[in-house]
């Protein structure tokens, strides 16, 4: 088993960090009234989206009631994923068969915005999934998420990503694994950005990668990092190359309402993951902070948690 040393240091400013925006935002009166409507079976997507959004008057709320109930009513399909078969992504067959691709939930949201008066476009683009995907150019485009009109001029654009926001797939891409996050709604955009990279630049919404390449570069960002408002990270590369018995610092900034009080480490040996580690960390109003040291040489993968919930993901490589 690896051996991990690790203690805290005193944070230095050396990140140039941004407020998670959307963090704190709430939307819990939307939520609870989509809720309590439930799936709305046999209902057809208009009757549906005048359902859940009738009793809305901003196009925030709207757009929120239908991210709800297309993450809590709609699964990823785990055999159209595998196969890349976007044939069954129309709006109504998503609504039939309770299931889709990101391509499919994408494209229903789009139609639900477009019947409640909303604009909004699907964008095909990119995603890491796990640690063996940094550095690895992918064969085809793998993901699709939404950007959504709330004006008239370029910064009244926000992301959604609903296919996220209902779950994920199990490694072998067998299995749904049902975990709502609220936080692809309005994303900050440039953890949005570190975390998906769009076919077409011009859908790219403020500061992040300059290239595939760069983007698949980054580490990779998990799902609960968006409920605890990360918004920056250092070191920036996804493979992290240190030498055995070299000191590593780790920074990150979260939204300091996350209150965090418990950071840990877990590493993965072949397919078994160790019992996470307890780290030491330095916070202070979000700012975290630490460092470790690694004893063996090898490359494994690493991911950090916070208050128990997975924030990033790095492949470590220590070498002699």
């Known amino acids: ?10 944070f230095t400013a050396i990140l140039p960090l941004s407020t998670a925006a959307q963090f704190s935002k709430s939307y819990e009166k939307v939520d609870q009234y989509v809720e309590q409507l439930g799936p709305l079976s046999d209902l057809n997507v208009a009757t549906i989206t005048d359902t859940i959004t009738e009793i809305f008057s901003q196009n925030k709320e709207k757009a929120r009631a239908i991210y709800y109930w297309i993450t809590h009513q709609i699964a990823l399909d785990p055999k159209a994923i595998r196969a890349n078969d976007n044939s069954k992504t129309e709006p109504e067959g998503v609504i039939r068969l ?15 915005a477009s019947q409640a008066d909303l604009r909004c476009l699907t964008v095909d683009g990119y995603t890491k999934k796990n640690a063996e ?19 008239k001029t370029s910064t009244e654009w926000f992301y959604v990503d609903a296919a996220k926001g209902c779950g994920s797939l199990d490694k072998k891409r067998t299995t749904f694994i049902k975990n709502y996050t609220s936080g692809y709604f309005f994303t900050e955009r440039k ?17 992040g990668p300059g290239s595939l390449n760069d983007f698949n570069s980054l580490p990779v960002i998990n799902a609960e990092a968006y409920d605890l408002g990360l918004s920056d990270f250092l070191p920036r590369k996804g493979k992290i190359k240190t030498k055995v018995n070299a000191t590593f610092q780790f920074n990150f900034r979260l939204s300091p309402s996350a209150q ?8 993965e040996e072949g397919n078994k993951k160790t019992a996470p580690k307890s780290l030491q960390f330095t916070n202070k109003g979000g700012d975290i902070s630490f460092t470790c040291i690694f004893y063996d040489a ?16 790095y492949m470590m490589e220590v070498t002699e």
Do not use: C
């Open 98 to 112: 309770r299931k889709s691709t990101a391509q499919g939930i994408a494209k229903l949201y789009q139609e639900m």
């Open 1 to 10: 088993m690896k051996q991990i040393y690790i203690w805290g240091i005193l």
């Open 133 to 151: 995907d940094i550095g690895e150019a992918p064969d085809e485009l793998n993901h699709t998420w939404n950007v959504v009109q709330l004006g």
């Open 191 to 207: 953890i949005f950005n570190h975390d998906h990279y769009p076919d077409n630049a011009a859908w790219q919404l403020g500061e």
């Open 298 to 313: 090898d490359e494994f993968p690493i991911t950090i948690f916070a208050n128990g919930k997975a924030l990033i993901t």
């Open 260 to 267: 965090i009080t418990i950071l840990e480490m877990q590493n």
